[in-house]
Structures are given as C-alpha cells and as structure tokens.
C-alpha cells in the first residue's frame, strides 16, 4: 500500500506509542540531559527519590522525588567543579550513592568515583572520593553498585598504562564497605590492552575504533560469583569473580566485526541462562547501524550463542528522524525495594527509536510490546528526542530519559 | 539483599496490550457507513483506523476527509481510513508496520467495514489465526447492522444475512423509523431466534453509544467476571438451548454446555477436532471458558467454523464458578449431538486412562 508524505498529524517528529502512556514530564529546570545513571531511594520516611547522572557538565546530578508519579517534583540538583568532567553514571544501594567521574582529556582531574551520603536527600553529603586520576587515565565512566559493599567500576588507574590510549579503562573491584576508604580489592583487563601484556594488542575495529574498555560490570546478588561486562569492541564477557582478587574469564562474545563493535550491557536472565546484550550506537544518522540488542544462550558459559535479537522498526524510517538510531542501555533487574526485574519483560532505549518492551518469553523470537517515542523537545540539537537511559519501577512505571535537554519522561504500560 | 522472582505482575499479559478490532457488518443497504461516519465523530473514537471495501462505497463524509492519497486518507478528526483492495491481513499487517515507523496515527482500534454481501467468518478468521496478526490485534466485536425495512425479506430469502446475525456480539437495528411497534418487536424475537446471546439495540441515522459496541471481547488474562459475562452474553435468559423449541427455522442454534468436572485438554481438543472435521462449516462459532484439569485458571476458547485462536489461559476463575461454559452457534447441529460427542470422548479418553 504506497503512502505518500506521513499520514500523522505533526509529521516526521511527533510522539509515538504502543501501550506506554505518559504521565509526567520533566524537565529537569532546563537540564534536561541526562547519562546513564539512574536509580531510585526510597527514605526512610517513605519517599521515592528518582537520582539521575547528567550527561555532560555543567550538572553532576539530579535527585526528583516521584512518590506521587504524576507529580514529580526536582528536590536537588548539584553542579561539576569544570566543564572537562562527567559523571555520566550512578547507583545508590540505602542511603549511599556512588557517582563516576570521567574527564574529556586523559590526567585530569576530578576523576574517580564519589560515594555520598543521601539519607537526607536534598543534601548529599560527600562521605569520600575514590581518585582514579593518572597521565594515562580518564577516570570512571560507569559504576555498579547493588550490595553495599563492592563498587564494579570502569575505570582507569594512576598505574596502568594501556597499549592504545582509548584502551585505558579497565575493571576494577573496589571494596566500600567502609565508605570513607574504598579500596581496590581485583581488576581485570583485556589481554593485551596493558603495556607489558605478554599477548599482543588486539585489533582494532576496522571501521569505528570504539576502543577496548568495559562499559558496564554487572554483578548480581543471586550470583556473586559472576561478573557480566560488556567490553566496547572487545565483546561480552563473564567472569568468574569467586575469588575477587583474580577474575577470571569463563564465557566471551565477540560478534564486531563483521557488527560495528561498542558492546555496552550484560544483561543476565539468570534463572533462564540466557543474556539480553545490547550496543550502544555512537554515531548519527544511522553512520554506524545496526546497532543491535543480542539474546545469547548463555546455558553453557564458555559456548555464548546469539539466538535472536530484538526486533526494531525500519531503520529507514527511524534514521530519518535525526541524532542516533540503535540500542543502548537496558533495564537491567537490579535488587533494591523499587526496582522491577523480570526474566522475560526487556526494556532498552535507543536513541531516536525511543525506550521499547519486548517479550522474551520465547527467546527465539522476542516480541516487541510496547514503545514510546517522545516529540522532539524544545531546542532538540539533533531534531529528534534521544532517550539515553530507562529505569523501571516495582510497579512498572518506566522512568526514561533524554540525552540532550528532554529530561525524565514518567510512563505507564498497558501489556 | 532478597532478590524477588519473576511473578504474574513481572510477565506480559497476553491480551493486554492488543489493538482492539471491530468488524462491522450487515447486508447491503443496513446503514453500515452512516454508523461508522456518525462513530468516528465521537471524540473518544478519535484515534481510529477505519477499513473499508471499496472507496465508492464508503462515502466517508467528505468533510471529514483531510489529506487523501490513492489507499489511505487522515480525517480531520484524527482517524484513518484506508480502502482494502487487496488482502485483509497484507492492510492489517501493513498498518501495524506504518503505525510503528511513524508513518500514520498511532491508532488505537481498528473498524472493519465488510460489503454488504460478505460473510463476517472469513475476516474473523484472518485475526483469529494469523500468527503476525495475532501479536498485534485482538477481535473486540463483530456488529452487524440489521435494516428493519428489509430484514425480514432477506433473513427469509437469503443465507448471508441470517449468518450474520447469527456471528454478531453485537445486533443493531437501523431504519426503525419507518416500520411500526409490531413489526419491530417481531424483527426483535426474529434476531433473539437466530442469536439469543447478542444483545440488540436500536440505532436512529447511526445515533448509537459507543459504549455498547466496544470492550466486548476479553481484554486481559485478569479478566472480571463482568468482563467475562459481557464477552460470553450470559447475561440473558435465553441461552440454554431448550426456550427455542417452537421456532419455525432451526437451521442456526445458539446452545449453551455446561460441565461441572475439569476436563483434560486432550478431551476437549479432540471434541473440537472431530466436530470441525465432520461440521466445520455448520460450526458458526464457539466461544467459551474451559476448566482444564490441573490448570489454576480457565483457558479461553474462541473459534469461527473449523478455525480456532490458539488457546490462552486465564489469570484466575473470575468467580466461584468454576464449571466449562461453550456456547456454541451452529448450523443444524443440536446441543444433543455436541453434548453427546463430549461424552463420548471423555468415556473413551476415561477407559484409556483406566
């Protein structure tokens, strides 16, 4: 059936849905971009504390209390020392919150990991910093913390000196379960990434070098064991972290090229054994497509296989909207009183494509249930909304936010 | 740090998140269109993508026409018409996939308009049984428009329209005006003969509540009870088969078959087999809830002729009765015979076991 032109009132840029229905929105007093940093307190006194990583300087975070949902109101918004720093990344486990800190230029300085008191929310109190800072290093782009007691965290090292400069940061296991002293207790890095490696560099990406560094360092309370970490262009991993000192890899994916590389979340189904792992697309305008999320059966650790990835309406039609089109972050299941987890309901944002639910009750052949497509906000630079991140709730309200200025989109889901 | 399995909530509902489609029919002439035009005005059917057969016959009201192109037209109200030309499940298929890319509304129901002469069974088919079709539509309602001038004519004359009625969820009776009390209340007790489920109402140049043609048909695996009843029309005296016995046609039956004890799927699949492979065509339509032995929930039935949708388990009972109910709409089969095949079955299915 041919169409001409777009049969939708306000064209090419407007609001898409499929069984998610806004709620609220805000927009973050006009800091509306924000990283991949989400997680939600709830205080001792009941309320529900929606903390939020900016992508980029001038702002550090943002707290919103959405006890009522429908009414979300901003309660602290903190700013960076500089304009060279992000913080990008955060999570919070009772009333303790870890925030990284990466730096534009490798030596710069704040560059690390912060852990902050947030029992009073609308003051969080600096308990200490964790100083990540060397000649060779960016510091801290991503942070995992769920257990109160060891932050897994990407990030350089005054002492490690990589064999490519994009290769810098590594994974870290840090101890904070005496806040004010976190201390390094295990690392890992890509063989060959470490100057005096005795196996060779890897190669690079022939096409878009994104650079050998886990992105996200996945560990779950009901398998401490297992460290599930998405390398950039070096693949999936699982390591075996029994003992914490000595990680040791026991499963790797490695699917770029012939794709473009820039593995970013490991996702665990743990009692199911499979893995939902998703890229993150970096370029706009559909340069670097497809940019995929995998469901791996992961029954067998050392024997990964991609079954099925989830399915993405046309890249024509998306890639036309403007900015980045293609995965990027998960839900990922974490513990703690207000998250929702699910072996079977998926939810991942991208980009211009908005945050999507799939099904994966049938791993072969995951459904897509439900998405929500903002109208391009206000001043978008790239003409389209970008949704970055999406962290959902005990009640399944997806909380989903933008990259650039369209802040915290609240929904409900009807599937 | 206790880590929560997966529980219901944690899981999709299966029906949930479906886009609703009505099918709307009714012999030539009825007042089909002047229903859907006087429908898509409502400001809760603002998000409506309308199927029709042919754009000559739709005469959707051409001030509701904003922008046409050669198969799809936005009305002003929002809504979507498109002409079906070629095959219901390619135009199905193909809205989902513009819908998705942004490329028309983000409808939210979709309105079938049959030709007059169709028979409705093949078109419920086509959303009972197409796997893509079946991620993404639920069938909601199958109205059909009965006009009270000529209805008594054509159920006489005709086989189609007596089909359609007999298929509907929902009758609706058009052009009242121009008959009197007694022939209405005659045309009334001619429609409960054929179809004593479906609750009829009167409609006056297309004036009719949306309310009574939508949310018919299951919308959640939680279903309430009143869901349940209103999906099943049980709320009505006359289906238990035996209120009918003077009527002067038994060709089309309506027959309720009630059991008290779980059944095994096994013996129930296999009733269904044997009746549609010997009576399919005569097997106008099924619905009902099944009581499966080790199941903690109902599964939902729902066939047309010899075509069933894939089977779908309830949440829970939505009351204390937890009994099988199949109401059944046939073409010359009785309640003895389908009664008399389930126990059959069930003895044969009980002697095996044993």
């Known amino acids: 059936m041919a169409v001409e032109g777009t049969l939708r009132p306000g064209g090419g840029a407007a609001q898409l849905a499929l069984n998610m229905k806004l709620i609220a929105h805000h927009e973050l007093a006009g800091f509306g971009g924000v990283g991949e940093g989400i ?19 001038p702002k550090n975070f943002t707290g919103v209390d959405v006890t009522d949902p429908r009414n979300p109101k901003l309660i602290v918004q903190t700013d960076l020392p500089h304009n060279d720093v992000r913080s990008n990344s955060l999570d919070v486990v009772g009333d303790i919150m870890a925030v990284a800190y990466q730096t534009k230029k490798w030596g710069l300085k ?21 100083d990540t800072s060397g000649p060779h290093s960016r510091g801290a782009h991503c942070v995992f913390f769920v257990d109160g007691e060891y932050v897994h965290l990407t990030s350089g090292s005054p002492d490690f000196e990589p064999t ?39 190669p690079r990406h022939p096409k878009f070098d994104g650079g050998y560094r886990p992105h996200n360092t996945n560990v779950y309370p009901q398998k401490p064991n297992r460290a599930y970490v998405g390398y950039i262009d070096g693949g999936a991993w699982i390591l075996d972290i029994s003992d914490k000192s000595k990680p040791k890899p026991v499963g790797h994916l490695q699917y770029s090229p012939p794709y473009n590389g820039f593995t ?27 940019k995929l999320t995998w469901v791996v059966d992961a029954r067998v650790e050392s024997n990964l296989v991609p079954v099925a990835t989830l399915p993405l309406p046309s890249a024509d039609a998306f890639i036309k909207r403007g900015g980045r089109y293609g995965s990027h972050n998960l839900h990922e299941n974490l513990p703690g009183p207000c998250s929702f987890r699910s072996e079977t309901l998926i939810f991942g944002t991208f980009f211009n494509g908005g945050v999507r639910a799939y099904d994966l009750t049938n791993p072969l052949q995951p459904k897509e249930v439900g998405y929500f497509v903002p109208a391009a906000p206000k001043l978008a630079p790239k003409g389209s909304a970008q949704i970055n991140d999406v962290w959902v709730d005990e009640n399944r309200l997806v909380y989903a936010v933008d990259r650039f200025g369209g802040g915290l989109y609240t929904l409900e889901t009807s599937f | 740090m206790t880590v929560t399995q997966a529980s219901p909530g944690t899981t999709r509902d299966a029906l949930a998140g479906l886009i609703p489609v009505s099918i709307i029919t009714g012999f030539l002439g009825s007042g089909k269109t002047t229903l859907v035009n006087r429908l898509l005005k409502r400001p809760e059917m603002n998000r409506v993508a309308v199927i029709v057969n042919e754009l000559g016959e739709i005469g959707i009201d051409n001030e509701l026409v904003q922008v046409s192109s050669e198969q799809m037209m936005l009305l002003n109200n929002g809504c979507l018409c498109c002409v079906l030309r070629g095959d219901l499940q390619e135009t199905l298929r193909d809205l989902f996939i513009k819908r998705r890319n942004g490329e028309i509304i983000d409808f939210d129901r979709v309105v079938i308009e049959t030709t007059g002469l169709a028979d409705p069974a093949p078109v419920m088919q086509t959303l009972l049984t197409d796997a893509l079709l079946l991620d993404q539509y639920r069938l909601d309602c199958v109205v059909t428009l009965v006009d009270s001038v000529n209805a008594p004519g054509q159920l006489k004359q005709f086989t189609e329209p007596v089909k359609q009625v007999a298929l509907a969820d929902r009758l609706v009776i058009t052009k009242s005006d121009l008959i009197g009390e007694k022939q209405l209340a005659a045309l009334e007790q001619r429609l409960k003969e054929i179809n004593p489920r479906a609750p009829a109402k009167v409609a006056l140049n297309g004036e ?39 009527r002067h046609d038994e060709a089309v039956q309506t027959f309720v078959l009630r059991f008290e004890k779980p059944m095994s799927w096994t013996v129930f699949t296999q009733c269904m087999d044997v009746l549609t492979a010997l009576r399919g065509p005569d097997l106008l339509r099924v619905k009902g809830l099944v009581s499966v032995e080790g199941k903690s929930g109902p599964m939902v039935v729902q066939g047309v002729q010899h075509l069933f949708h894939p089977p779908l388990e309830l949440a829970a009972w939505p009351s204390p009765d937890h009994g099988t109910r199949l109401v059944f709409i046939t073409r010359d089969i009785s309640r003895q015979t389908v009664a008399d095949l389930f126990a059959a079955i069930g003895a044969m299915t009980a002697g095996k076991a044993a």
């Open chain 1, 264 to 290: 970013h979340t490991v996702l665990p189904l743990i009692e199911r054994g499979y893995l939902v792992i998703s890229d993150e697309c970096v370029r706009d305008n559909g340069e670097d497509w497809p």
């Open chain 2, 208 to 246: 009719i509540d949306p309310a009574f043609l939508v949310d018919v048909g299951l919308r959640r695996t939680n279903a309430r009870l009143e869901e349940v009843e209103r999906w099943l029309g049980t709320d009505e005296g006359h289906g238990d088969g035996h209120s009918h016995a003077h």
């Open chain 1, 39 to 57: 997680n939600m307190q709830k205080t001792r006194d009941g309320r529900r504390i929606l903390w939020m990583a900016h992508e980029s300087a």
């Open chain 1, 110 to 130: 704040p560059a690390g990991m912060d852990l902050f008191d947030i029992s009073k929310p609308e003051q969080p109190k600096l308990i200490s910093h964790f």
């Open chain 1, 164 to 202: 490519h400069e994009k290769d810098d940061q590594f994974y870290r296991i840090i101890d904070v379960r005496n806040p004010s002293k976190p201390t390094e207790v295990g690392r890992w890095w890509y063989p060959g990434t470490r100057k005096g490696d005795s196996a060779p560099p890897p």
